[in-house]
């Protein structure tokens, strides 16, 4: 299957600073990527979708100023977490789509703010 | 609002019995519907993609859907203790740049 790769795998970061985490898809084009969050014990949550070459749609509740995503090519969508918090730990999951629908995932990145 | 209805379990089944997984959607514009494993602590992995009523088989997994009653199933047959997981069941309208929407999903034992 498709191969889409996340980095990195685990960060901790201090309480006000940023963190970027990258999503790549490794062997087909994704014109579309798509950012979740996941907490412990619950499903996932879509946080927004990211669209090559445009400003990301962001879902409901999601704050954009604070979830910065950009998607410079059609392999590379990057989420930055600003100013986080430690209620901002979480486990995010990127997701690409490829040709024909279907959708893979990346390996997920833990982020952990202290 | 979409939504996706799984049962969280756990659902235990023995060994080499067959587990069977049920979901519900409730947008009828729903066209492309996905079955994840997802371990603890890891990413959701792709099981099966079924997209038109019936039965689809692949190795041990049956995906069957029923658009007229709004429901897609996932047949495990001669489970493994390496079965055990939460299962997702996704859902999307397909053709377009929608995100999945997710069940809560499922737990799955398989008690050796």
């Known amino acids: 299957g498709a191969v889409v790769s996340q980095h990195p795998s685990w960060v901790i970061c201090k309480s006000g600073t940023s963190v970027k985490i990258e999503c790549r898809s490794l062997d087909f084009q994704a014109t579309t990527m798509f950012w979740y969050r996941q907490f412990p014990k619950q499903s996932l949550m879509l946080m927004a979708t990211s669209n090559e070459g445009s400003k990301a749609t962001y879902e409901q509740g999601v704050e954009k100023d604070k979830f910065l995503i950009n998607h410079a090519s059609l392999t590379l969508s990057t989420l930055t977490v600003t100013s986080a918090h430690p209620e901002d730990s979480s486990f995010y999951i990127c997701?690409?789509?490829?040709?024909?629908?279907?959708?893979?995932f990346g390996e997920g990145s833990w982020l952990t703010v202290v | 609002q979409k939504e996706v209805e799984q049962n969280s379990g756990p659902l235990s089944v023995p060994e080499g019995a067959i587990a069977s997984l049920n979901c519900t959607y409730s947008d009828r514009g729903s066209q492309s519907f996905f079955w994840y494993r997802q371990y603890s602590g890891k990413s959701p992995e792709l099981i099966m993609s079924?997209?038109?009523?019936g039965d689809k088989e692949d190795g041990r997994f049956t995906a069957q859907l029923n658009k007229a009653s709004q429901y897609v199933s996932l047949l495990i047959r001669d489970s493994q203790p390496s079965d055990s997981a939460t299962y997702l069941c996704?859902?999307?309208?397909?053709?377009?740049?929608?995100?999945?929407?997710f069940g809560k999903g499922t737990h799955l034992i398989i008690q050796p």
């Open positions: 996704a859902v999307n309208q397909g053709g377009g740049a929608d995100g999945l929407t």
């Open positions: 997701s690409a789509r490829q040709r024909g629908n279907t959708i893979y």
């Open positions: 079924i997209y038109s009523n």
